[in-house]
Nanobody, 114 residues
Framework: QVQLVESGGGLVQPGGSLRLSCKAS????????MGWYRQAPGKPRELVAD???GYADSVKGRFTISRDTAKSTVYLQMNSLKPEDTAVYYC????????????WGQGTQVTVSS
């Protein structure tokens, strides 16, 4: 059974930082493309970071995606956070591309507010 378990969300002030983690199990981690989507209230889901193809323009230069194959974990380091980054963030995985991911985590809430 494939599981993607996110952690690290929370409340942060504008300009602050958070690091999200996603622990994968049930897959051969090194074979998979990994990424992060987000969904804000009333908005469609947005792919913000992809290990193979990079970043959405809205987060470029502020967010960094990385992976630790030994730990089967993917990270999203988020710096210079803005209120518009407030959303539920989802870890995703796919054998080919996270442009159309097969597996989704349960999501973790990130709220940027003073």
């Amino acid at each position: 059974q494939v599981q993607l378990v996110e952690s690290g969300g929370g409340l942060v002030q504008p300009g602050g930082s958070l690091r999200l983690s996603c622990k994968a199990s049930g897959i051969i981690f090194r074979l998979y493309d990994m990424g992060w989507y987000r969904q804000a209230p009333g908005k469609p889901r947005e792919l913000v970071a992809d290990i193979t193809s990079g970043y959405a323009d809205s987060v470029k230069g502020r967010f960094t995606i990385s992976r630790d194959t030994a730990k089967s974990t993917v990270y999203l380091q988020m710096n210079s956070l803005k209120p518009e980054d407030t959303a539920v963030y989802y870890c995703v995985a796919d054998l080919r591309s996270v442009q159309a991911p097969t597996y989704w985590g349960q999501g973790t809430q990130v709220t940027v507010s003073s």
